[in-house]
Every structure is written in C-alpha cells, then in structure tokens.
C-alpha cells in the first residue's frame, strides 16, 4: 500500500492472479510485466523499429494495474504523476496509462521479490536544481581561471 494508486482490490487481484509464490517464477521484472502483456513488441528488421505495439491479450491483473495508472494521472500530488504526465505529453493518454501500469507492475515486482522498499523519488524542482549546477559551474570557472572575487566587483561581507 505504499505505491499511490494502488488499493486493496489490486493487491487482491495480483494475489488471485499471479498467488503467493507466483512473482518468483519470473527472472525480472520485465519478465513480469511481458507476460502482463505491457511491454511493448517490438518487431525489428535490419535495425528499425517497424512497430512496437502492445501485444493483445488481457488478464484481470493487467486491467487492476491500468485501472491504478488511470487514477494516479488523476491524482496531482503523487511521485508517479510527473511520469504519467510526461508520457502523455509526449505519447497520449493511452499509452501513458500503459506505461504506468507497466512502471507499477516492475515496481511491485522489485518490492515482492528483491524486497526492496517503494522509495519514491524527490520532488523535482527543476528551477533550483537548474541555479545550483550553475552556481557551482561558475564557482568551478572562477577556481580554474585564478580570478579573485574584487576583480568581478563581487563583495563578500
């Protein structure tokens, strides 16, 4: 229950799907989300892609798992809505919703098998993430030329 989106339903539904044990058999957790169908398919020919399409097929997981992406691009605070978001810029609706579920099936995957605890990303402030690098690329210039602060006409207190 520490992934947004997720409820009790969903959890439900991978247990009567997938069972107790049933994450195991998979090697990874692309492995996982293939067999969930959400991995796309992609059909090569001399190194370009000709399509790379979800392949058909349903089960009541994969519906659980779209139906939890559908709600976290409803959501406006959670981690996983700037992904949803920037896929659906970029892609659509649809295939935001897809590549949701098939982030939530890997992370769940991760979390089941590897026991690895859900650790959502920081938020992203990209304004001062942007000031800082610079900062510190002006401060790394003013190091590398020899350039004394009074000769930019900065005053330090």
């Excluded at 790379?52 to 779209?66: D, E, F, Q, V, W």
């Amino acid at each position: 229950m520490d992934i947004e989106g997720l409820s009790h339903s969903t959890i439900l539904t991978m247990m009567s799907e997938v069972g107790p044990g049933g994450l195991f058999k998979f090697p990874t957790g692309n492995h996982f989300a293939s067999w969930l169908r959400l991995a796309p398919n992609n059909k090569i020919s001399g190194g370009k892609i000709l399509s790379s399409r979800i392949p058909k097929g349903s089960n009541r997981l994969k519906t659980a798992l779209r139906l939890a992406a559908y709600c976290i691009g409803n959501m406006k605070g959670a981690n996983l809505h700037n992904f949803f978001m920037r896929i659906c810029i970029r892609k659509g609706r649809t295939a935001a919703i897809t590549a949701t579920a098939r982030k939530l099936a890997i992370i769940i995957w991760n979390m089941v098998v590897k026991k690895m605890p859900y650790n959502p990303p920081n938020q992203y402030e990209f304004l001062d993430q942007k000031r800082k690098r610079k900062i510190l690329e002006m401060r790394k210039l003013i190091l590398k030329l020899d350039i004394k602060p009074t000769e930019i006409g900065i005053v330090t207190c």
